[in-house]
């Protein structure tokens, strides 16, 4: 086990238990007599992420003394969306690895990582649709449009470098915040009636996946593919222009506008983001991207600050912590 | 109107208000804020199918005498998701062209594509969670699994030219029948509780939609683009080897065998199919396709002839007829 992923481990610690039913349900869930998807299906298995957003869904019902039977299969479902949003952005990123592994559109190709992406949605959608509350389907089929309309707007507005920071968060938010704050929404709230706490586990799941998604787009640009275990620069080459890039920008003199867009749109991936940070003082925006990011896990903080004293409320803490600090 | 659009109105004709209020549903669950998703949703509510799996849903019901306020919601479920389909479909297939309209992935691209599709499963489950009973969301997302699982296991058997017709009824009922199964059973059995004549009505509408599947891939090598406001020849292309294809290559010399092979895998694809029908006995595997989709037909004839007599009834029956005659 690498370092990072036992620091995760650690973090989670709390609900051990429900992440190894969580598992067990995705597994018994996704089994299937096609050789063609089981061997799919077994490939990315292996991308075994972080599993924060299922992990979130039973931290934010321990710590808010709303455990049920069911919130491992939640927690499942909410990790299956996940996966099938990874598969479908490797189409739309056209990325070569995840997490060390080879992308499902890599490994095959594009059509067959469309049909796994909608196949997984939909074995999410038929365990949600089991459960004895429909909060579940109604939370995540909603989490799921905002996804989409968020990815399809980032895709509308790429190359636009005089996007404002409002935008760069809506569509952000939407894309990766919008998961977490179901995830936490869910744990807090299932089956159904506790508004009021899940509202405020919703707005920390939402702080904490806005802040994720900031750190996300600052690695793109400052980490090593062998650090990140994925494609790094791909948001440069993709034309998606994030929040460190957006203030470099909006900062910048007439002449580093210039080379940011020439940057862009010239082919030569890796020179090009080490150039881009070199001249276009982009450091000076990834620092003020991190102080976003800095300042929105306070705000998360702070609403998990009320909930009672207990180690899930303190892995919630420390995931928030651990959110602000990955180097990975 | 064309005269085939105005064939299938006057199929449809028992059903028209039911069909009318499905497209007041699809257009209010499909408005959305975003500019990018707005005019994308009017691009792809251009495609105006035929709308049969809708029909189906509404035909069934009045056919069985189980009519409720939400046979027209369950109506727009499944064309959203049949939309879904379509839109993925496309990228798949790399189609230019779909009912005389450019197809997402080549008027936007492939990664839109990929979340229009998405967004508009989404849509399609979130109605689905809201309506009374939950077996439309059941039945549904199975279904959906299904076509999944049928469309991957296409993919990994392309170029098999030696596959059974078993093989091949599975992969085609999987991807086509499915859809059509569920919607004639949604019809007659939902809100739930009325199994037998649910499983009559399923069997109905996977011998329809297997022997639907049949016929287009007979059109895919007889038709011509104009005819059939589609990408024509496509299956050659992909390296889809359908039910024509597999009898003409069954019956063939060692000589022809090599020439379809040939023909499959040698760029030029309008000469291909015309090369492909007259030197490889095609037109002999289309007669024999033909025949399947008669039997398929005669069966799915039978399954609805206790029924009492009725205009929807009626309906189904023409609709039956329709399927194996039409040329588009």
């Known amino acids: 086990m690498t370092s990072q992923a036992a620091q995760v481990k650690e973090l989670t610690a709390p ?57 491992a299969s939640i927690a499942a479902v909410v990790e299956m969306i996940h996966l099938a949003t990874l598969v479908h952005d490797d189409v739309l990123d056209g990325a070569k690895v995840r997490r060390r592994v080879a992308c499902v559109n890599h490994r095959w190709d594009n059509q067959t990582a469309v049909l796994l992406g909608d196949f997984l949605y939909a074995r999410a959608f038929a365990v949600s649709t089991d459960l004895s509350s429909r909060l579940c389907s109604r939370v995540l089929s909603e989490a799921t449009r905002r996804i989409c309309v968020g990815e399809i707007e980032q895709a509308a507005g790429r190359y636009d470098f005089e996007a404002t920071q409002e935008r760069y968060e809506w569509v952000a938010g939407a894309k990766t915040a919008t998961l977490y704050a179901a995830a936490c929404e869910l744990g807090a709230r299932y089956p159904g009636g506790r508004d009021e706490l899940g509202a405020k586990m919703r707005q920390f799941g939402w702080d904490l996946g806005l802040a994720f998604q900031i750190i996300d787009d600052c690695l793109d640009l400052t980490s090593s593919e062998a650090e990140a275990g994925k494609s790094v620069g791909t948001d440069v080459e993709d034309g998606k222009v994030t929040l460190p890039v957006l203030w470099a920008y909006r900062h910048a003199s007439e002449a580093e506008r210039a080379a940011i867009r020439d940057l862009y749109t010239t082919p030569g991936l890796s020179e090009r983001v080490a150039r881009l940070r070199r001249a276009c003082r982009l450091d000076a925006g990834v620092e003020f991207a991190r102080q976003r990011a800095d300042s929105l896990i306070a705000a998360a903080l702070a609403s998990v600050r009320e909930l009672p004293s207990s180690p899930a409320r303190r892995s919630l803490e420390n995931i928030a912590s651990f959110v602000l600090a990955r180097s990975f």
């Open 15 to 71: 609900v051990a238990d429900g992440l190894a039913r969580m598992k067990e349900t995705i597994a018994h869930e996704l089994r299937e007599q096609s050789p063609a998807v089981r061997e799919m299906v077994e490939h990315v298995g292996r991308f075994q992420g972080k599993q924060l957003r299922a992990a979130l869904v039973l931290l934010s019902g321990e710590a808010t003394g709303n455990t049920t039977d069911e919130h």
